[in-house]
């Protein structure tokens, strides 16, 4: 994805639910192709879609249809598997995303341990990058896993807003401060810094004015708020809080 102005943060919509809500009934309504087509006419930078290993939302025949369908740049969220690098090095999206997955998990819980995980993800990350992804590692916002992500050669990282969006008071005044530091030590690293999950109206103001951020990827707040909006509106509010929070962000540095 290139920004369209140095101080314009991406937004990555990530579409999973729409095929969650699609898989209940089975069949084809509602479509997630129509959804990314929604999602790029209301400001839109990206699709996200994570294809888990159970399949749960994204499928392989959604996956197929969204490559060649979908004119934004696709970030393909994936584990760390040798079948999810089969598929990624065939489809070949514009960036590929590793996460941790557990079967059991709700969403993705808990951020990818790059630094435990050192030896299993070179060759992966690697291999993504070979084949001309613009590869990136969902990590929890800490020094050592920022380390460890741009010592395996990830170009960006993810941070993972999870703990920040459940945090209430001082706990999320904290957890704040701990994303505002990795983004600065991230970016001081050389590496392109992207944030998601969880976010939502009510706090993704303050993550958005953190000026070096490049992308926020939100998904299940969006697909949410679309039954009472329309999924247009829903990313048309959410780009023009993402975009205020950043002028002011910028203005007030
Ligand atoms: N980024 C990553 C790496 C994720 O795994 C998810 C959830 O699939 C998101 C962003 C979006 O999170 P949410 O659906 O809570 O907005």
Do not use: K, W
């Amino acid at each position: 994805m290139q920004p369209v102005s140095p101080n314009h943060l991406r937004l990555g919509v990530n579409i999973d639910h729409v095929a969650t809500i699609r898989n209940a009934r089975g069949g084809l309504h509602p479509d997630p192709l129509r959804a990314a087509e929604m999602a790029a006419a209301a400001g839109a930078d990206g699709i996200t879609i994570h294809l888990r290993e159970d399949r749960r939302h994204i499928t392989d025949a959604d996956l197929d249809r969204l490559s060649i369908g979908v004119a934004l740049p696709i970030n393909l969220e994936m584990a760390a598997t040798d079948e999810m690098l089969g598929i990624a090095l065939r489809h070949r999206p514009h960036a590929a995303c590793i996460v941790p997955e557990r079967r059991a998990e709700r969403t993705t819980e808990g951020g990818l341990d790059a630094a435990g995980q050192h030896n299993s993800l070179q060759p992966i990350v690697a291999r993504l990058r070979d084949a001309g992804m613009r590869v990136s590692l969902f990590i929890a916002p800490d020094e050592r896993q920022l380390e460890a992500a741009a010592r395996l050669g990830a170009p960006v990282v993810e941070l993972h807003t999870g703990p920040y969006a459940h945090a209430e008071g001082d706990a999320a005044v904290a957890e704040l401060a701990r994303l505002e530091r990795a983004v600065a030590l991230g970016v001081e690293m050389g590496l392109e810094i992207h944030a998601g999950h969880g976010l939502t109206y009510d706090n993704v103001s303050p993550v958005a004015a953190l000026p070096q951020l490049a992308e926020l990827n939100i998904g299940h707040f969006l697909v949410g708020e679309a039954v009472f909006v329309g999924l247009g509106p829903a990313i048309g509010r959410m780009r023009a809080l993402m975009d205020a929070a950043r002028e002011m962000g910028v203005r007030g540095a």
